[in-house]
């Protein structure tokens, strides 16, 4: 009867933890086994049915959150890095990863996130290496790749 108790305890923490966004089997996990202390053949039972309703899909919210980051304007580099962080599998991650993200378009974000960082400043920004530089570093840390940053900012047209 405890057991009981818990399993349906566990599935209501659960139901009202996905409401928030969709979750990783991993993040589901951590949180009823780390955060709320259910034991582990709960935690499983629960997950279990969860993913057997349909509740929790760890392909579907890998492709949201891919979908949602590049909204956002976050590259490849960055996003492969947090789905990591979500406990998914990194062929799933690779999978998906691969459907959503091409070099063409990742350029034109690119143009598109320095066009939208200094679209007032065109009159009076000075184009040196320090300019380079900034832009570089922040687009690095937005998680896109060397070598469409540099191709990016070495097209970026100033006069516009």
């Not at 891919?66 to 990591?84: A, C, D, N, P, T």
């Not at 034109?108 to 290496?129: A, F, S």
């Not at 070598?147 to 100033?158: F, G, N």
């Amino acid at each position: 009867m405890e057991q009981e108790e818990a399993l349906k305890k566990a599935r209501n923490m659960v139901l009202r933890f996905l409401t928030y966004r969709a979750r990783s089997r991993n993040e589901v996990w951590d949180y009823l086994t780390r955060r709320k202390g259910f034991t582990e053949d709960v935690s499983k039972a629960v997950i279990n049915e969860m993913v057997k309703y349909g509740y929790i899909d760890d392909e579907s919210f890998a492709r949201e959150f891919v979908s949602s980051r590049k909204m956002r304007g976050f590259g490849v580099l960055k996003i492969r890095y947090e789905l990591s962080l979500k406990g998914l599998d990194s062929r799933l991650i690779e999978r998906v990863i691969e459907e959503s993200f091409n070099p063409e378009d990742d350029l034109i974000r690119i143009k598109e996130i320095i066009d939208k960082r200094n679209h007032n400043k065109r009159d009076r920004l000075e184009y040196d290496e320090r300019w380079f530089n900034k832009e570089a570093s922040f687009l690095k840390r937005r998680g896109f790749q060397d070598s469409l940053i540099v191709t990016a900012l070495k097209e970026y047209d100033h006069s516009e």
